[in-house]
């Protein structure tokens, strides 16, 4: 299994531009999860650097194998090995997806996050 970094700049407002961070795991040359986040400072503090995770998408067709869980993993741990290298203090992620959030939970919590709040959504 290979990660592949990719860089980008991408504008969020009109008054910053935070980097944003795309990694795609491939195996045999082909994609089979992607994770996409952002990294700058809290929009209620300053000079702390946070990651956050907006996307950590594993295919539906090993998702919820062993080869999923593990793909999953090393795709997360890629994200906080350069977040580390960038002076990053925390890593946030939204989950966001409702499918089997149990498993989320325990995959989350296995690796050593806690919770914060929560999502809520609104139907327009």
Partial sequence: MMIVPIYAKVSFDTT???????LVAKIDGKAID????????????ENDKIVTIIVLYVKSEIRHSLMGGKVA?????????IAKKEKVKRMLTHVISGANISLTDRFFR???AKTLGGNYAFKL
């Avoid at 992607?34 to 503090?45: M, P, V």
């Avoid at 993993?73 to 090995?81: G, N, T």
């Fill in 34 to 45: 992607f994770s996409y986040a952002t990294i700058g400072e809290y929009f209620i503090g």
């Fill in 16 to 22: 910053k531009n935070k980097p944003a961070l795309g």
């Fill in 110 to 112: 296995k690796i050593g």
């Fill in 73 to 81: 993993l090393k795709l997360f741990k890629a994200v906080k090995q």
